[in-house]
């Protein structure tokens, strides 16, 4: 069987002020009138049934997500006591997957991508999927640069391994770390890099053979987690887990260890949306070339984006360019465009701040 594996504990940080501990990137509505999360809940639809599909996340946003996701059940959700990065909470939704079905292959989706079409997603992830029952590969979906892009990592190709389905399976030559403008151009000329999405498919037991190979201690740990299970014991066994385990990627843990890795060419639209200059690719502009959402006037301003989520009041911008401008009921921020990468560090610095903190 499939299932559906959705990561959706991610901060969103670098949507601030509009994203929140409490309601974070993944649950506001950036590209359409629904959530990120639903949009990616969508995309399963017809192809992997709601109860096949668990959304690893924070303890925190339980309430959050369930009330925006109506038809979501408490047993969809797997709750982290604290955020430990994408190895373990894949380990964690693969001791799960493992007690229903040690057969099942795993899809492995992030909540808060926008991904464009939905058929063409789902073609390649069916493909992928019918191949990881079938050997013992890890498959990670690479994306066509549509330009020279410095905030994504990269993914080398190496010789064609398979073609299913007009599906092209490659080997992986070599994974690259978000590059600097002049490789991020090199990059996108040479055709033989792809964007890395995050979106993984594999068979829970190769996962859990690469756990147990490239990362011995979190597999020691997750068994201890998984005895727990049947037992019925789990709630302090999680927490041990979480506390005794490392944070680490699964590239940097597994994917770029692995020799049994292979990518695909997605030839589809996709988009982390990983900070507010995304806006930009996601929504039309006006005749300034400004993004507009929410109750805004405009004179004489050029190149800027401006958000207001409230619904009271307006926003105003009279003379300016080259700004980010976002209101919400509690915070407005005024950035300037090339500076906006830097808000994780200026949320950071907030955090040691008690007065703050109702804010963040």
Request: hydrophobic letters at 40%; proline letters at 3%; one cysteine or more.
């Amino acid at each position: 069987m499939n299932f559906g594996v959705i990561l959706a504990g991610g901060k969103g940080e670098r949507f601030w002020p509009l994203s929140t501990r409490e309601r974070p990137k993944q649950l506001l509505t950036l590209s359409s009138g629904k959530s990120m999360l639903e949009e990616t809940l969508e995309r399963l639809e017809g192809f992997i049934p709601l109860e096949r599909i668990l959304l690893v996340t924070g303890a925190n946003l339980q309430h959050g997500i369930m009330s925006t996701i109506k038809n979501l059940k408490s047993e969809n959700l797997l709750l982290e006591p604290l955020g430990k990065n994408t190895c373990l909470a894949l380990a964690l939704a693969a001791a799960h997957i493992n007690r229903i079905d040690p057969e099942a292959v795993m899809i492995v989706l992030s909540s808060d991508h926008m991904i464009q079409p939905k058929e063409q997603l789902v073609k390649i992830l069916g493909v992928a999927a019918e191949l990881a029952a079938r050997e013992d590969k890890m498959i990670t979906i690479g994306i066509i640069p549509s330009r020279a892009e410095t905030g994504y990592g990269y993914i080398q190709v190496g010789p064609k391994a398979a073609e299913i389905g007009g599906v092209k399976f490659f080997e992986v030559a070599g994974f690259k770390e978000k590059p600097e403008r002049t490789k991020a151009q090199e990059y996108y000329l040479d055709r033989k890099h792809l964007w890395n999405s995050g979106m993984f498919v594999w068979s829970v037991k190769t996962f859990l053979k690469a756990l147990d190979k490239y990362m011995p201690q979190m597999s020691a740990c997750l068994t201890k987690y998984r005895e727990s299970l049947e037992k019925n014991e789990n709630g302090e066994a999680l927490r041990c887990l979480y506390n005794d385990c490392e944070s680490i990627s699964v590239d940097f843990a597994i994917l770029e260890k692995a020799d049994n890795v292979l990518c695909v060419k997605g030839d589809i639209r996709w988009d982390d949306v990983g900070s507010w200059l995304a806006l930009q690719r996601i929504h039309p502009p006006d005749k300034e070339n400004n993004i507009i959402l929410g109750e805004v006037l405009t004179q004489d301003c050029y190149e800027s984006i401006m958000v207001n989520a409230t619904s009271e009041g307006m926003v105003v911008g009279f003379g300016i360019s080259d700004l980010v401008v976002v209101k919400t009921d509690k915070v407005v921020m005024v950035a300037h465009k090339t500076r906006v990468g830097e808000l994780k560090d200026l949320l950071s610095k907030l955090d040691k701040d008690e007065k703050y903190q109702n804010y963040l």
